[in-house]
């Protein structure tokens, strides 16, 4: 089973800009279709963006596109989430999360391997 820690969390001003990254361990990033999930205090979880195990497409929630670039490393067996133009409703708990089915989906629970989250704070 893949092992996956976030890190790259912080604060920052409306505007500015934040690189989240996923280390994969236990397993070969290139097996599995990777995803960034949010999750803001009171609201339910979210997808933001999916890159397919292949490398050959990414998948954004309307909130991201434009803003948000999902992309990975296979030498470095990490996944990133370069944001930009950041906004106060941007402000979450991030998880990556690994499926390693065929097809990326937009749901959660097709995802078999999530890290512990990591804090993005947008101020306005």
């Known amino acids: 089973q893949v092992q996956l820690a976030e890190s790259g969390g912080g604060l920052v001003q409306a505007g500015g800009s934040l690189r989240l990254s996923c280390v994969a361990s236990?397993?070969?990033?290139?097996?599995?279709?990777m995803a960034w999930f949010r999750q803001a205090p009171g609201k339910e979880r979210e997808f933001a963006a999916a890159i397919h195990w292949s490398g050959a497409t990414t998948y954004y929630e309307n909130f991201a596109k434009g803003r948000f670039t999902i992309s990975r490393d296979t030498a470095k067996n990490t996944v990133y989430l370069q944001m930009n133009s950041l906004k106060p409703e941007d402000t979450a708990v991030y998880y990556c999360?690994?499926?390693?089915?065929?097809?990326?989906?937009?749901?959660?629970?097709?995802?078999?391997?999530w890290g512990q989250g990591t804090q993005v704070t947008v101020s306005s």
């Open positions: 236990g397993r070969p990033l290139g097996n599995y279709n």
């Open positions: 999360a690994a499926d390693s089915s065929q097809y990326v989906h937009q749901t959660g629970s097709f995802y078999e391997a």
